[in-house]
């Protein structure tokens, strides 16, 4: 359809030019057509603010047209001039030049899909954005560094950890990181908006909720299990009890080396420490999902305070802290030997 569209505006531009001359009509009708049947498919770039006069002088220097001069032209018949949206094109010069220019006008850009999985950190998401080559890591650090960007992005801080909402994302290039931060921050806030209800009637603001989910995303990967940890953790704090998270010591120790130690979990000085301060920590650890959230605001209904790995990725959830001691020589002592 569109190359239909951009033979007819082809036709009444050559008639306009036949009337003028034939050999002006004739040049015009070859400058437009393809310029190579068998070219490759090519990326093409269109910076942002590009005139239509720079856009056909790079089509030709990249060998995709015949002509900047009738590119031009055309853009002009169809009043392209500031409609041109800027992006990644993938073209060949086997395209006629109105097919190119329709693309264009679209906005047909080539994007890149980015996974962010539940449960990474600001770090970790930052350093995968960036690996797709869609935005420049310390743009995207500066963003998520600034003291500014909760309030800026209207979040509970303090930072926008936790904020950042995983799921499978499609960016073209050249998004400044505000942008791209905003797109993130923009998805957790319609999956807030489906949790608020809830957390207001158990008394939680946004930052409570989000802090906890992050706990209960990183304890466990079980979905089924979610509900149970975050009942664990809600009975904790309504008793005064500490968390006693791993997640939460881990979060604040620089350059964590993968290996917990009994030093780490005395060091008070660390303030997402749970073993050793009550309550929640300052903020979230990581992104929650969309069941995490949900889990912090329907837990199971249960009174269990304790829960141990398995081994294999489950845990068993324990009321009484003599069930707990059983589970914990039963998986975790024995697994050690």
């Known amino acids: 359809m569109r190359l239909a569209g951009g033979l007819r505006?082809?036709?009444?531009?050559?008639?306009?030019?036949?009337?003028?001359?034939?050999?002006?009509?004739?040049?015009?009708?070859?400058?437009?057509?393809?310029?190579?049947?068998?070219?490759?498919?090519?990326?093409?770039?269109?910076?942002?603010?590009?005139?239509?006069?720079?856009v056909g002088r790079d089509l030709e220097t990249a060998g995709l047209v015949p002509s900047a001069l009738a590119f031009q032209i055309l853009g002009r018949w169809e009043g392209a001039a500031s409609k041109l949206h800027w992006g990644d094109y993938e073209l060949s010069a086997?395209?006629?030049?109105?097919?190119?220019l329709a693309l264009m006008l679209e906005g047909r850009v080539k994007t890149w899909d980015v996974t962010l999985p539940e449960g990474l950190t600001a770090r970790e998401i930052a350093d995968r954005l960036a690996a797709s080559g869609i935005i420049d890591r310390a743009a995207l650090e500066q963003v998520l560094q600034d003291g500014g960007s909760a309030a800026r992005f209207d979040v509970e801080g303090?930072?926008?950890?936790?904020?950042?909402?995983?799921?499978t994302y499609r960016f073209p290039r050249g998004l400044s990181a505000p942008e791209i931060v905003g797109t993130l921050v923009e998805r957790f806030r319609k999956a807030w908006a489906t949790v608020e209800p809830l957390a207001g009637a158990q008394g939680l603001s946004q930052r409570q909720l989000v802090t906890l989910a992050s706990i209960v995303e990183k304890e466990t990967g079980l979905a089924a299990e979610r509900p149970l940890v975050a009942s664990v953790f809600l009975n904790r704090l309504r008793l005064g009890m500490r968390l006693e998270s791993d997640p939460t010591v881990i979060y604040g120790i620089p350059d964590f080396d993968g290996n917990l130690r009994r030093s780490h979990l005395e060091d008070a000085a660390n303030a997402y420490n749970t073993y050793q301060i009550p309550g929640l920590p300052p903020g979230p650890i990581a992104s929650p999902g969309q069941a995490a959230l949900r889990a912090v605001v329907e837990p199971a209904a249960t009174e269990n305070l304790f829960f141990?790995?398995?081994?294999?990725?489950?845990?068993?959830?324990?009321?009484?802290?003599?069930?707990?001691?059983?589970?914990?020589?039963?998986?975790?002592?024995?697994?050690?030997?």
């Open 158 to 167: 303090p930072g926008l950890e936790g904020y950042l909402f995983p799921d």
């Open 9 to 54: 505006v082809l036709a009444l531009v050559t008639a306009g030019l036949a009337a003028a001359g034939g050999g002006a009509a004739a040049w015009l009708s070859h400058a437009l057509g393809p310029l190579d049947p068998a070219g490759p498919v090519q990326l093409f770039a269109v910076p942002r603010g590009s005139t239509l006069l720079r």
């Open 94 to 100: 086997a395209m006629p030049a109105q097919e190119i």
């Open 308 to 337: 141990v790995g398995r081994g294999d990725g489950s845990h068993v959830f324990s009321e009484r802290y003599a069930d707990h001691l059983r589970a914990v020589n039963q998986y975790q002592r024995r697994s050690s030997r």
